[in-house]
């Protein structure tokens, strides 16, 4: 009898959040995996990891005598397109391995304010008939819809409050005097918490349903990196998990293994997915000085927008790592970290425009910046990157195209303050 | 069966059925439904989609995904009320409440038992 074939593409991923250590989601030993958790992927990788002991005592021999299972663990990896919800508000498919990312689940925004007029100017400015709800003097990523004759202004943007009744949208440019339409503060804000305790179960189901089925158990991250400016956002994500346990061998499994489980489930029959590819170069790049601007016009004059970057990759490292050292036991217990390491390197077109000269002056003189780096332009798609206080690398000025470019390595974020963990914010709006 | 319609702002997958613009029906079970307001497709129930206030015409003409380049003002509106809609009937499943409970809720409702 011939063994089925297994073809790649005929796998789906489900990724659920995990709220007890060591436990795959279930209820009464039956695996609650179910429609709604589908997550589509380019490629996953679960694997196990166990240790290999050897006798370290001398033999009298050069030759290596037979070795002895040590402790366990597993790995996993993920990558897939940058792909929010399409719903503002609504968390994006990849959610548990976000919270797991950042330690807790995102805030939802809320509150929509009527916009009567905008100005044909750089950047625009929009006046409201009441109070548009964000503090005067403060920041905050809105959406603006249904916006008529300035049409630049509809989109995603990272709005400074003027007054309570009139708003400037950071790096735009107007297309002619405006009105109507709707401003919305409704979006996932993702910031970190200092916590451990936010695990995923990673599913991985193959067709036919005879093959291997895997599942991640207490799934950790400890790594996430965001590319732009390809032809399709992705990003990708990895870290520790308990064990990955197989349905092939699932019943002569531990009770760490099972994690909970008495059967290994099928697929469910008709996954639920969502949300749309974002061409991964469109989007707004915009910097300026780490320092509380006090006015509109004060930042205005500081934020600068880059028009000719070359690419950005966003790299989360958020050292979590599975505690491997408990007497008695062959898995691990808990989970440990370390301080975290924000970090943004780009490609930019050397020009002798005032941006380019600014931002390598920044970088030489080791000013902290903000980055404010739009992903996509679709309301309910848009992924905005929030860095602070950035210390920029000395960028290196190559010559390996047709046309300069400074190249920014790692430079890291860090916080405001201890206590507002700022370093990195995303927002999906 | 509960009859519902996508007020999504992209596109959501149900198996391999893709919806894309607002205003698309799909007819589901009492339970695929709780599991597609809960996988985030945004559906809502006829009479909840009634109440919005799409007209024939802002549908046929912005509903579809492709075609919605520069929505109307009065589009927009209605479907940021739409949404809202939306995420209210999932935090009321999210936090469990039954589905039917959640449905015989909707005044009107087009459920079959």
């Known amino acids: 009898m011939s063994a089925n074939i297994s073809f790649s593409r005929l796998e789906r991923n489900y990724v659920q959040g995990a709220a007890i250590f060591g436990t795959i989601p279930n209820s009464s030993g039956t695996a609650t995996v179910s429609n709604s958790n589908c997550l589509r992927f380019i490629r996953t990788e679960l694997q196990n990891s166990t240790a290999l002991l050897e006798r370290q005592d001398k033999t009298g021999s050069l030759s290596q005598e037979g070795l002895v299972g040590g402790r366990r663990s597993g790995r996993w990896s993920i990558e897939m397109n940058t792909v929010a919800n399409g719903t503002a508000g609504v968390v994006p498919d990849c959610d548990p391995i976000l919270q797991a990312l950042f330690g807790q689940s995102a805030s939802v925004g809320a509150g929509t304010a009527s916009i009567t007029t905008s100005t044909n100017a750089t950047p625009i400015v929009l006046s409201f008939g009441g109070a548009h709800g964000i503090a005067s003097g403060s920041f905050e990523v809105c959406s603006i819809s249904g916006h008529a004759t300035n049409t630049n202004a509809n989109g995603v943007w990272l709005c400074y409050a003027n007054n309570t009744t009139s708003l400037t949208l950071v790096g735009s440019t107007g297309n002619g005097v405006g009105s109507g339409g709707t401003l919305s503060r409704v979006k996932l804000t993702y910031s970190f918490l200092d916590t451990t305790t936010n695990y995923f179960a990673l599913w991985s189901f193959r067709t036919p349903a005879t093959l291997d089925q895997r599942v991640a158990n207490t799934c950790i991250v400890s790594e996430a990196t965001f590319n732009l400016n390809q032809d399709v956002a992705s990003w990708t994500a990895s870290g520790d998990c308990l064990w990955v346990a197989r349905s092939s061998d699932f019943a002569n499994y531990d009770t760490t293994q099972t994690g909970g489980l008495t059967s290994f489930p099928a697929e469910p029959a008709s996954p639920v997915t969502n949300g749309v590819i974002i061409p991964g170069f469109t989007g707004r790049f915009v910097a300026w000085q780490s320092v509380a601007s006090t006015s509109a016009a004060t930042f205005a004059a500081n934020a600068q927008t880059f028009g000719t970057i070359r690419n950005v990759s966003v790299r989360l490292q958020t050292p979590r790592m599975l505690v491997m050292d408990t007497f008695g036991s062959y898995y691990a217990t808990t989970v440990e970290a370390d301080v975290r390491n924000i970090s943004v390197s780009f490609n930019i077109y050397d020009d002798d425009s005032t941006a380019v000269n600014t931002i390598k002056n920044w970088g030489d003189e080791k000013v902290p910046l903000d980055f404010y780096i739009n992903l996509g332009t679709n309301i309910g798609n848009v992924w905005v990157f929030c860095l602070k206080n950035v210390y920029l690398a000395n960028h290196v000025l190559g010559d390996g195209q047709l046309r300069f470019d400074a190249a920014y390595a790692d430079s890291r974020a860090t916080t405001t303050t201890l206590a507002v963990r700022d370093e990195f914010t995303l927002v999906i709006d | ?113």
């Open chain 2, 1 to 113: 069966m509960v009859v519902c319609n996508y007020i999504g702002g992209e596109a959501s997958e149900l198996g391999h059925i893709e919806f894309d613009a607002v205003g698309q029906t799909a007819n589901l079970s009492e339970r695929g439904f709780r599991e597609v307001i809960l996988g985030g497709a945004a559906f809502l129930p006829k009479p909840l989609f009634k109440r919005v206030g799409f007209t024939e015409k802002e549908l046929d003409e912005q509903g579809p995904l492709g075609l919605r380049h520069l929505p109307s003002e009065s589009f927009c509106n209605k479907l940021i009320i739409a949404q809202q809609f939306y995420r209210e009937l999932r935090a009321e499943l999210e936090s469990g409440v039954p589905v039917e409970e959640v449905l015989a809720a909707l005044e009107g409702s087009e459920v079959v038992p």
